[in-house]
């Protein structure tokens, strides 16, 4: 009877433990998968786009490792 009901126990354990581990592994892989790598104009450093200083200007979007980085390029 004991073993019966750690057994259970045990199941019950798997059962929630699995999605639980995979629900945390998916998000990091997407994370890596769906960030690219933008060069910045000025220091000609890759920056992890979600992480890059993002800037408009007449010739389109240009990313920057820095806001430093930014004002250089837009000449200040
Ligand atoms: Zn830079």
Same mark, same amino acid.
């Given at each position: ?9 045990? *199941?019950?354990?798997?059962? /929630?433990?699995?999605?639980? %581990?995979?629900?945390? !592994? =998916?998000?990091? &892989? @997407?994370?890596?998968? +769906?960030?690219? *790598?933008?060069?910045?104009? /000025?220091?000609?450093?890759? %920056?992890?786009?979600? !992480? =890059?200083?993002? &800037? @408009?200007?007449?010739? +389109? ?16």
């Amino acid at each position: 009877m004991r073993l019966a009901v750690l057994g259970i126990a045990i *199941l019950l354990v798997l059962v /929630v433990l699995l999605p639980l %581990v995979r629900a945390l !592994r =998916a998000p990091r &892989r @997407r994370e890596v998968a +769906g960030d690219a *790598l933008v060069k910045d104009p /000025v220091c000609e450093t890759y %920056v992890v786009r979600s !992480r =890059a200083v993002t &800037r @408009r200007f007449a010739e +389109g979007l240009r990313h920057f490792c820095s806001a430093e980085c930014a004002r250089r390029y837009a000449g200040g």
